[in-house]
Each structure stands twice: as structure tokens, then as C-alpha cells.
């Protein structure tokens, strides 16, 4: 990819990230028959964690290649849905009037970035509940894991060097 084709590179960055968690809350919400209902949570597990590590890949590719753009894309697309499940978690339904002004603004936005969040979240949770302990683990945890994840991730993009180009 060429270095001036910003729009390309942020689509390809951010595509790819919301892709993953398109797949992590659709597979959680895809309970066809009981079966389906204990399998389809490794599914959200599985795009989560790719998503962090996809997340670490854009950070030492693009600031090797100096795409900055896919980076700041995955960036965006990588925090966008894990910001919306804090803010509608902050902002819930309790009658106040900052709640109202979130939801008839921000959220409307935020909404769908919000229930794909939660509904991975929620899928990680069932695969710990199924498969490793039979008690389920906080969402909120899995949320603030991955910010840890994107802090992480900026703080080595702010400090690797990038590569000289002839």
C-alpha cells in the first residue's frame, strides 16, 4: 500500500477489527438449539483474543511500514466498542437526567458498538461458566483487560522506532 492512500489504510485497520467483533456478538447471539449454546461462546472467545493480537500485529507492522493510518483505524475500531460498553455501563437505565442526554445522543450512536461489545463479553463469560469453572466471570473484567491491551498497544507504537526508508 502506498503511504498516500490514507482512506485504505484506515478501512483496512479498522474493517478488520470490526469484523472480528461482528463475529464475537453475532456467534454469542447464534443460540440455534442447545447444542449451538455451549459451543458458540468459544467462538466469541476466540475473536476477542485475536482481536487483541491483531491489535499488537497493526502496532509493530504499521509503525515498521509507516501506515499510521491503519494503525490509528485499528486503533479506533479497537476501543470504539470497549468505550461504548463502559459509557452505557456508566450511563445506565436509572431515571437521571445525564442518563437521558447520553442515550438521546451519544448512545443512539454508540448503541451498536455497545451490544456487540456486550454480547462478546457475554460470550466469554458462558465459555468459563461451560468449559473451565462453572461460575461466570464479570464482563467489566474482560472489558478492562482489553483497555489494558490498547494502552499497552499505544504505548509501544509511541516508543518503537520506525524504519528508515530509503
Known amino acids: 500500500m ?16 470490526l469484523l472480528l467483533w461482528c463475529v464475537g456478538g453475532f456467534a454469542n447471539m447464534a443460540y440455534f438449539n442447545y447444542d449451538m449454546q455451549v459451543y458458540t461462546p468459544i467462538v466469541s472467545l476466540v475473536a476477542v ?5 491483531l491489535l499488537f500485529v497493526f502496532t509493530f507492522v504499521c509503525k515498521y511500514k509507516s501506515f499510521n493510518a491503519m494503525y490509528i483505524g485499528a486503533v ?28 438521546f445522543t451519544l448512545g443512539i450512536v454508540l448503541y451498536p458498538f455497545s451490544r456487540l461489545a456486550h454480547e462478546a463479553f457475554d460470550g466469554i463469560s458462558s465459555f468459563y461458566f461451560y468449559f473451565v469453572d462453572e461460575r461466570f466471570i464479570e464482563p467489566q473484567s474482560i472489558a478492562f483487560k482489553l483497555t489494558i491491551a490498547i494502552i499497552i498497544s499505544v504505548i509501544l507504537y509511541l516508543i518503537i522506532k520506525p524504519k528508515k526508508h530509503p
Open 49 to 53: 483474543t485475536l482481536i487483541a493480537v
Open 76 to 103: 479506533i475500531a479497537t476501543a470504539l466498542p470497549v468505550l461504548s460498553y463502559f459509557l452505557s455501563s456508566i450511563f445506565s437505565d436509572d431515571g437521571n437526567i445525564l442518563s437521558w442526554i447520553f442515550a
Open 2 to 17: 502506498k503511504k498516500t492512500n490514507q482512506i485504505i489504510q484506515f478501512l483496512v485497520g479498522s474493517l478488520s477489527i
